[in-house]
C-alpha cells in the first residue's frame, strides 16, 4: 500500500479502497500518475504565488497602489486552499487523523487566519501565519533527491545534541551571569534598563553579533565587554569542534559496523572491500 | 557512607553519626529518600522564583507597580535562605569546612546582600551578588546525566589550555599594538579618546563583533581597520582548529575502554594492538 | 599544440597554421616566447593601472580635481583594449567562440560601457562593469604555482555542494519565517516597515553581521532576536564542519598516490592494504 | 658558547672573552646567573612600568592632572632605557650586528621617538612608537615554557600559507567586485561616497563584523548585501576547515617520521612504543 503523505513506512491515514475517493487520493496524496504530478505542480506555483501576495501585501507603497488587487488575490488562495483542505479531509480514510497530524495543522494555518480576520478584524495580527504556508512545499518535494543529505546532518545534530545542551546551559549561565553584572555596572543611565535587556545585550556581544544598540559607556563597562567578545569568541570554536568531529567521526565510520576478517580476525576493512587487506582471505 | 555534596569520593563535611542532626542532614544533603527529593525540588523552585523577583525588580514598570510586593518576596526568599543557611551549617560535622566550600560561599552570598544593604544603604550595589543565588542550581542537579558531556568537553578545554594561552597572548599584542596605531592615526577628534578605548575597539573588531560605536573616519584608520577584520577573520580559525583537533583526537581514543597490559600494567595501547608496546607481552 | 586560453587540453579556439595571424596568436595567447611574456607583463600593467583609474575617479576630491587626466586615462586604456580586442578576434582561428568564452565576454565588458556611455550618456551606470576588468589578470596569471591550491579548494567545495545546498535551503526557510514573525512582532514603527526588510534583518542577524541600522525595540522582539542569534551561532558550526571534515578526508586521502591493483586494475586501496581488497591478490 | 640573544643556535652577535664587558654581558645578555636573572625581572618592570605610562598619558583626564608626574616618568624610563642600550652596544662584540638585529630595532624605538619629539614638537606622532616597548618582554620571557606550542601553531599556519593565500586572494576579489557593485547602487548619496570605501565597507560585512557606521538603504543594495553576509558566513568555513585539517594532521602524525617493525615490517606504530603491536618485537 502507497504511503506518500506519512514519513513512517506505515500508511497511517489510509488510502481508500475504490471508488471517487481512490481516484482523488491518488490525485492529491500520490505523484507516480500524470495526474498527480500535474497536481503536485499546480499546487508548489500556487503555494509561491500565495506566499509572494503576502510578501508584497506587506511593502506600504506596493500595498497602497495595489490594495484591491491584492486582496483579490488573497482570498483566491485562501478558497483554493481551503477546497484543497476539504478535498484532502475527504478522500482519506480517518480525516481526524490527518487534521492532527504536522502537515494537517499547517494546511488549516494557510486558510484559516483570513477567516478569523474576516469575522473578528482587531484579530489581524493572526495574518501573519499565512507565511506558514512556505512549509507545505516540503510534503509536495518530499526531498527525495537530498534526503541522504538532510538525514545525514540531522543525524550529526542528534547525536550530538546531549553535547551542544550542555554547551547552551553553559553559554546561557555564562550569558545570565555576565548580563546582570553589565547591569550593576552600566545602570540605566547607560541603557542597560533591566536584567533582561542586559542579557539580550550580552547574547548580542558574545555570539559577536553586535548591533550597537547598546554599548558599554563607562571604562569598567568596556573593560568587561573586551573579556566578553574574546571569551565568545573562544567559545564559537566548542560546537564547531563538536559538530566537526561528529561529521569526521560519521563520514570515516560511513554508518556500516566494523568489519572483521573471519580468517585472520583483522578489523578495519573498507565498506566496499571484498578481500582482506592483511591477510588476502575473502570477507563475508 | 554518601557523599551528595562533595564531588571527590571522600566525604569531607560528614555526615552525623545519629539523631535529629543526621536526619536533617539526610533531607538537606542526600536526595536518595522521598524526604530529600521533596526538599530537592522545593529548593529548586524557591532559587528560580527568586531569581524571577531579581530580575523583575530590575524591570523599571513592574518595579515602580509592585515595588511593596517585590520587596516581600525578596525578604521571603532572603529569610528561607537564611533558615536553610543556618540548618546546613547545624547539621554537617565541620560546618567551619562547609562554610568556606565553594557552594558555602554561594550560599553565604545569596543572603549577605539583603543584610548589608539593610543597615548600609548606601552599598545597594552589592545587591547585584544576589544573581549568583541561580549557581546553587547546580548542586541540586548534580548533572548525573550531563556530567559525562561536561566532563569531556572540560577535558578538551584543559588539554588545549597551553596552545589557548599561547594563542591568546598573541591577539592580546596585536589588539594592544593595532589599537594604540589606531590611537595615532583617528585620534581623539574621532572618538579614539585613549589608547584603552582603542584597545577595546580593537577587539570588538578583531572578534567580528563590531558593534559601531566607534568606527574609523580617516582613509588610513579604513584601511587599517579592512586588514585587522581580515586579519581577525583569518585567526578565528585557530581557536577552532585546537578545540575540533582535540575534541576529534578524544573520541577516536575514547571509542574503546583503555587497554591495560596484564604483564607490565602500562596504559595506552591503540585499540587494535595485539602486544603491549612497552613490554612486548600479548594483550588480552 | 599549446593550448594557453583554454583550462581543457584541448585547443577550442584555434592558433592558426602560420602567417602574420599565427605570430600574433603567439604574443596575444602564449608566454613561452620573450614577446609573449612581454605583452603578458604590459597587459597586467595594463589592467592594474585602468582598474586605479576607476577606482580614483570614483573618489570624489580626486575626481573634481583631476577630472581631465582621469578622462584621458580612461579613453587611453579603453582605445588599448579595443585594439586589443580586435586583434585577440583577428588571431584566432574561430573568432565567435573566442567572444563567446568567458574571457572574451569579460574582454568586451572591458571596453563596451565607454562606449555606451558616450553614446548614451543616461546610461552612465554601465560604468560600473569596468571594474570587470580585474578578472582579466586571472588569464595572465594562468596561476600556474597555485593551480594545485585552487582546485584542492574548489573540490573541496564542490564534493560539499550537496550538504551546503541543504543547508542553505533550511537556513533560507528559518531566515523567511523569522524574518516574517519579527514584521509581525516589531511592526513598521520600529523599521521593520515590510518582509523582504525583516528578512534582511533576519539574515544580518544569525550570520552575526548584526549592522544595527534595525534593532528590535520591544521585548518580545528582543527576546526572539536573542534566539535567533544563539541560533545563527549553533548552526555557524555546520558549514565549518563540512568543510573541515571534507579537507581533512582529501589531505588523508591525498597523502599518497592512489594504489592500482596490478591483477584486477581497481582502485582506491587503503595505504596499509597488502592484499587487493577486490580480487584478492597481492599488492606492490 | 652560550646564546641567549639569538634564536638560532649559532652565536651571532657574540660574548666578549672577558673583563668587564663579558661580566656586563653576562648580566644583560644571559639569564643563568643571579645577578642575570634579578636583571631579566627588573627589565620586564620596567617595560610594563614605561608601557603602563604611556597608557596613562593617552587618557585625557589622567594626562591633564598629572601631566608634570607623566612626563618626569616617560623621561626617568627613557634615559633608563638609554643607559641599557649604550651597555648592550659596548658590551656585544659586533654592536652594528646587534643595531641591525630585530630586538636592536626595537630597543632603539623605545628611546629615539623621545628624542626627536624634543627636538622636533611638530613630530609628536612618532611617539605612538614607544608603544613597541611591549615587543620587548618577547625577548626577556623567552617562551621556554611555550615555545612548543607557539612553534606548532607557527607551523601549521606556515604549511597553510599556500591555501590561505590563495584563499584570501579570492575574497579579496570578490570584496573588490562586490564591493564596486554596491558603490554603483548606492552611490554616495547613501554613504558610499568611493569604491575605496565601499570596499572597506563590503570587508566589513562579509568577515561579519557590520560596524553599521555605513548600511545599504536602497532595496537592491539589500538584497546584494543579504547575499553577501550569507556568502561571508559560508566561505568563513574555509579558513577553519584548513587550519582545522593541518592541526588534525599534525597531531595524528606526531612530528615523528613513521616507524616500522623490523620483524614483521607492520607500520603505524605510536610514538613511545617499545615493541611491535603486531608481532611483540622489540622496535628500533
Partial sequence: MNTP???????????????WRARLYAIIFESDTAKGRAFDLLLIGAILLSVLVVVLASVQPIALHYSEELEWAEWFFTILFT????????CVRRPALYARSFFGVIDLMSILPNYVALFFPAAHVVLGLRILRLLRIFRILKLTLYIQEYSMLGDALLASRRKIFVFLSVVFLIVF????VMYVVEGP????TSIPVAVYWAISTM?????????????TGRTIASFMMLLGWGILAVPTGIISSEISHRRSQ????P??????LSGGHEPDARYCKDCGGALS
Fill in 259 to 264: 568489519r572483521i576478517c573471519p580468517h585472520c
Fill in 189 to 192: 543611565e547607560n541603557g542597560y
Fill in 177 to 180: 551571569l555576565l548580563g546582570s
Fill in 254 to 257: 560511513g554508518a556500516t559496523p
Fill in 5 to 19: 503523505l506519512s514519513t513512517d513506512p506505515h500508511d497511517r491515514l489510509g488510502k481508500p479502497a475504490g471508488g
Fill in 83 to 90: 477546497i484543497e483542505y476539504v478535498a484532502r479531509c475527504l
Fill in 207 to 219: 555570539t559577536t553579533v553586535g548591533f550597537g544598540d547598546l554599548v558599554p559607556k563607562t571604562d
